[in-house]
């Protein structure tokens, strides 16, 4: 028996799990429309491939990658595309992000599906093929999963951590999983092992789900794997990937580290799922196993398509009369959903309807007393008290010192906090305003050295203006030097130049700076040919150049509008969107739509 | 008694070796104050203080010659660091505090003459001659200089709003006073 | 659901039930004392809890804070017990109010109120009356006074003189007192075995109180509510220069036995020194700061002019917390090997 390590620290809410898990998984029926936002794990916003109008099939890529850390997004479903646009996003914030909008046709129809064989391919093509579908880490943290398939090269990879603890109360969607599909989770963790070659393979599960364990150890018997399953101690956090990890290796990743530069990695069962699905079957993830629980009257997992409206998704379970609001995620790191019609998405792991009995109303916030309970119970060991304290009077910098960025932001210490301090708040907001903060510093940074090179370039081309007009003017000097010898030689008598008669600068200068600036507009050469009448000689110029703009425009229609892809369709429309939107123009002019495909 | 004057004599002697050693020893150059006043302006580049840039008008503080409430785009903020800073009073900001923008350009308009691109202090435009420009937006420091050359007037400072990138936790509002 | 962030489930736990738990602990001790000394005790907690009440209450309307909220977390209470039990029985009612006023007006609130007070505010108090009122802070009554609940109570309503028999001192004082005038030629041994003021071990009647503060510590720290580490290292700190210099010279300091088991020490250690607002919060810093008061309150105890150095070691160690505390971060998850 493997001997387990111990994390510091954790609480023990109540599990509430038993509710949800005496019905098998059910797939949850159509919506009526589908909201599927592009953005959905770590990295890059993909690119839409769609646009409205457009009929799509179940599985078909509807934004693609942008970047190697992003992650492709597809159509749950077969339909038409009814919009592109800003929809309420599955955040606490409550603002919109751009979503496809879909109405599914009812037919369910998948489009073309190509399993692959990932032992005969290289681990690069099943890098890729994991990244065109989807595949995202489905423990909540929503990283794009290939992208952790890289062992480093550097460290030996030792152990492959598989997370199956699934610690947060509530939530039962990884041990339904694990009970229903444990051969294909176990196959899925055989990709992974394949493409980082771990020395050992250790799925840990909570102790509190022990069919979960049989069932995997079952399916690794049978399949004939010699990955370890382990019951790991229940305690929230255990199913922190930092705190699994420590637990089944004895090691700790800090937040300055990557786990795989400690030779270890970790993904969730859920994930390898999915990635099992990818491979063997050419399936993207286009949905995912969510818990409904809470106040409703059936709670059970359902297998929902990404996208689903949570107001049509609640209605599976029949929430009760007094349900106030709908957490996603577990009732520690979950928050509330913004709307009813945002929608599921990779991250959502459980929908929690909550009621005034369930999360009763919280009590008056209190002064820290310094305590010290939440410091006990950091698995982090971090100092909560220290760093609320500095949070609180806004000196960020001393919440760093107190390692603010190593917080999860499990929750155990607002949990534990006599006070009810809510710490993870001030947590959060501690964090967003430093990363703001590094933002701006870092633009301003950019600012200033973008300011100070084109000051210096403007010095440079003034001192070499200024030697073009000391050349040119030498030269004038030395034409006239010999014209006066010449003339000195020829008629005795004539009238010498005067001799200090200075180079005539002023219409070579002009003249230098019109050469020089010779892409500058119409109106500058009009401004310093006829200094006297500027203000005139400007609006003529103006007018002039409006007026060949116009005529330029009516001549040839732009060439680079033809032939558009979907995407720059839409990137133009949405630039004509915030054209309207800026009040700049009252419409684009009529040529224009013409020219659209 | 003589040794006790003797002993605080040598002290003094070897401390003030000690201090003078120190101050060559580890001399900084040039100005900090002025560097770490212009670490506290945000780089806009805009001449809104009325100076032409953000180390000139570094440079205007240092001196005692500028107020320290004269830069609009650091708004109270900023005020207030550089009074943290240099231990002066925080004033009330000279002008009004606008929401961060951008520039944008109407690209049907634009008639390509590049006068923004001259007024431009950080290079945020691109274009050529006789072609249309556009502003390369995350450069941009919404300075507005090449709103006013602009012939065409097609520059507008569209502000940017709150959205899921810039979007922060908002600091817990402490309710105590409803209980009693 | 009305909060904005997650965690959505919370731990029944708050101030409230913190404050009443410390209360609870107090209790054997209470009853000890009772027993010891008299049931007059009992209204000099009364005459405290009120006092304390009332000044928290003018205090929170004068700093526009919330009243129900703030009387109702005990902490108030706690304060004014710890100054009842700390002050002498018989103190006059002023003195008690008094100390109690400057701990809640002064050492509290003046300092921002709950949980950010530097000093502990019945230690405030108790060393601010002992050194304005030398003589009153350390009468304590003879174990067994035969004197009616009634007219103790008169003395402390000042409505009957104050009796001889109450002019007595604690066993601590009394030996401090006795060596000092004999000079040598008796010796702590022979002076303990008065078992008339000195008891089994550590003053007659009071190893019971002192006993029932031990047992109200052991009751919190099985609740989880305070960490072994300061009364553990309280105990030592006072044990170890105790048992050093008893060692050296059995004739004259007593053994650690006797100066834990008498004066403040006991309610110190498990009361006192683990108040989380002023004491460290490092588990290290908990160690030293519990060692150091531990060996002050002895080297006061002694060498000093008070007749107890408890409450002075432990302000003089509130001093020391910010810089205790900061040179004992604890290494965090992951960043252990880097020291
Ligand atoms: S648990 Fe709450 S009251 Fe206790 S130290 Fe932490 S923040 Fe302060
Ligand atoms: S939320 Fe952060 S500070 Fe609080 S217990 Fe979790 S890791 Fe520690
Ligand atoms: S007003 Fe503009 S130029 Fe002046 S300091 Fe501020 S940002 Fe810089
Ligand atoms: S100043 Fe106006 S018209 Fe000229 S290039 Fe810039 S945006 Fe175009």
């Known amino acids: 028996m493997l001997s387990l390590f111990k994390f510091k620290g954790g609480v023990k809410p109540q599990t509430n799990k038993t509710q949800s898990v005496s019905e098998p998984i059910a797939v949850a029926p159509l919506p009526s429309r589908l909201f599927v936002p592009l953005h959905q794990s ?174 995997l150890q079952a399916a690794v018997a049978k399949l004939g794997e010699h990955f370890e399953v382990v019951a790991v101690p229940t305690r929230y956090p255990a199913g922190g990937a930092k705190q699994l990890i420590r637990v089944l290796t004895g090691k700790e990743v800090p937040a300055a580290k990557r786990s795989t530069d400690l030779g270890v990695q970790c993904f969730n069962v859920a994930t390898a799922w999915t990635a099992w699905r990818a491979v063997a079957h050419g399936e993207p993830v286009v949905s995912r196993i969510v818990t409904l629980t809470g106040n409703v009257e059936k709670p059970r997992n359902w297998e929902a398509l990404i996208g689903t409206p949570l107001a049509e998704f609640v209605k599976l379970g029949a929430p009760k009369a007094d349900t106030n609001g709908y957490l996603m995620g577990g009732p520690m790191m979950g928050f509330e959903m913004p709307a009813m019609d945002a929608p599921l998405v990779k991250a959502t792991n459980c929908i929690i309807a909550g009621s005034p009995t369930l999360f009763p109303p919280k009590a008056p916030e209190m002064p820290c007393i310094r305590c010290g309970e939440c410091a006990k119970v950091c698995p982090h060991e971090l100092q909560p008290f220290e760093m609320y304290w500095f949070s609180r009077a806004h000196n960020f910098g001393k919440t760093q010192e107190y390692h603010i960025f190593d917080c999860i932001e499990c929750g155990c210490c607002s949990f534990v906090c006599p006070s009810r301090i809510p710490l993870v708040q001030y947590f959060r907001f501690a964090k967003s305003e430093i990363w703001a903060r590094e933002k701006e510093k870092n633009a301003a940074d950019q600012a200033k050295a973008r300011f100070e090179w084109k000051t210096a370039r403007e010095e440079r081309e003034k001192a070499e203006k200024a030697e073009k007009l000391a050349k040119a003017a030498a030269a004038q000097a030395a034409k006239k030097a010999a014209e006066a010898a010449a003339a000195a030689v020829a008629p005795a008598g004539n009238e010498p130049p005067p001799a200090g008669e200075p180079a005539p600068t002023g219409a070579p200068s002009t003249n230098a700076a019109s050469a020089n600036a010779s892409p500058v507009a119409v109106a500058v050469t009009a401004n310093d040919a006829a200094p006297l009448d500027a203000e005139a000689a400007k609006k003529a110029a103006i007018a002039a150049a409006l007026e060949r703009a116009r005529a330029q425009r009516a001549a040839v229609a732009p060439k680079n509008t033809d032939h558009l892809t979907a995407a720059q369709a839409r990137e133009i429309a949405a630039v004509d969107a915030l054209r309207q939107q800026t009040g700049l123009e009252a419409a684009p002019p009529a040529d224009n739509g013409e020219t659209k495909p | 008694m003589i040794t006790a004057i003797a002993i605080m004599a040598l002290g003094a002697v070897v401390l003030g070796a000690l201090l003078g050693y120190a101050s060559i020893k580890f001399k900084v150059e040039g100005d900090p104050l002025v560097e770490k006043i212009e670490a506290i302006l945000p780089q806009t580049q805009c001449g809104q203080c009325g100076y032409p840039g953000c180390r000139p008008y570094a440079e205007a503080i240092n001196k005692g010659e500028a107020d320290i409430n004269l830069c609009p785009p650091g708004g109270m903020e900023g005020v207030q660091r550089l009074a943290d800073l240099l231990g002066r009073e925080v004033k009330p900001l000279d002008a009004e505090e606008k929401p961060k923008a951008v520039a944008f350009i109407d690209e049907q308009t634009c008639i390509g003459c590049t006068l923004c691109i001259q007024a431009c202090p950080v290079d945020a435009i691109i274009g050529a001659a006789k072609q249309m420009h556009t502003i390369v937006a995350d450069l941009c420091t919404g300075c507005e200089l090449c709103v006013p050359p602009c012939p065409v007037e097609c520059i507008s400072m569209p502000v940017i709003g709150e959205n899921l990138d810039n979007w922060k936790w908002k600091y817990p509002v402490i309710e105590l006073k409803k209980v009693a | 659901m009305e909060f904005t962030t997650s965690p959505y489930l919370l731990k029944n736990a708050s101030v409230q039930r913190v404050m009443l738990q410390v209360l609870a602990a107090l209790l ?312």
């Not at chain 1, 190509?114 to 093509?125: L, Q, S, V």
């Not at chain 3, 009957?160 to 009394?174: F, K, W």
Request: aromatic share 10%.
């Open chain 3, 28 to 339: 054997p001790g209470i009853a000890a004392y009772v027993w010891v000394f008299g049931s007059i005790i009992l209204l000099q907690l009364v005459i405290a809890t009120v006092t304390a009440l009332l000044a928290e209450a003018a205090m929170l309307k004068l700093r526009e804070k919330p009243l129900g909220l703030f009387l109702s977390d005990g902490s108030a209470i706690v304060t004014a017990w710890l100054i009842a039990l700390t002050f002498p029985p018989l103190s006059p009612w002023w003195l008690i109010v008094t100390g109690t006023l400057f701990a809640i007006v002064i050492a509290k609130h003046l300092y921002g109120g709950l949980g950010q007070n530097p000093f502990n505010p019945a230690m405030v108090a108790f060393a601010a009356c002992i050194v304005s009122f030398p003589a009153l802070m350390s009468q304590w009554p003879a174990v067994g006074l035969q004197v009616s609940v009634a007219d103790q109570a008169r003395v402390v309503f000042g409505l009957l003189p104050r009796l001889d028999a109450i002019s007595g001192a604690t066993p601590l004082d009394t030996l401090k007192t006795a060596l000092k005038l004999d000079e040598g030629s008796i010796s702590v041994t022979q002076l303990l075995a008065d078992q008339t003021v000195y008891g089994f071990f550590a003053g007659r009647g009071w190893e019971w109180v002192t006993g029932g503060y031990l047992l109200g510590g052991l009751f919190l720290l099985w609740r989880g509510l305070i960490s072994w580490h300061a009364p553990t290292a309280f105990i030592a700190g006072l044990s170890l220069f105790s048992g050093a210099l008893w060692l050296y010279n059995p004739a004259q300091f007593a053994n650690p036995m006797f100066h834990l088991f008498s004066g403040g020490a006991m309610l110190g250690a498990w009361f006192i020194v683990t108040d989380p607002v002023s004491g460290c919060t490092t588990m290290k810093g908990k160690l030293i700061f519990g060692f150091a008061a531990g060996a002050l309150a002895y080297l006061i105890r002694v060498f000093g002019g008070y007749p107890d150095g408890v409450a002075f070691a432990v302000l003089l160690m509130n001093i020391c917390v910010p810089i205790i505390d900061h040179y004992t971060q604890p290494a965090i998850f992951g960043m252990k090997d880097r020291s």
């Open chain 1, 42 to 215: 770590i990295g890059g916003t993909p690119q839409p491939l769609v646009q409205a109008g457009d009929h799509v099939l179940k599985g078909q890529m509807i934004g693609a990658a942008d970047g190697w850390i992003s992650s492709a997004v597809h159509a749950p479903t077969s339909g038409s595309v009814r919009a592109v646009a800003e929809h309420i996003a599955a955040h606490p914030s409550g603002l919109t992000t751009l979503s496809v909008e879909i109405e599914p046709d009812g037919k369910d129809e998948w489009g073309e599906r190509t399993p692959i064989d990932h032992g005969a391919m290289a681990p690069e093509t099943v890098r890729e093929r994991l990244r065109e579908a989807g595949v995202v880490g489905l423990g909540g943290a929503v990283f794009p999963t290939h992208g952790k398939l890289t062992a480093s090269k550097t460290v030996p990879m030792e152990e492959l951590v598989i997370n199956g603890a699934e610690c947060e109360p509530f939530i039962t969607c990884d041990d339904l999983l694990m009970r229903e599909r444990a051969e294909e989770v176990i196959r899925g963790v055989g990709i992974f092992r394949d493409l980082l070659q771990p020395k050992r393979v250790l799925i840990g599960i909570e102790d509190n789900k022990p069919e979960a364990v049989a069932a």
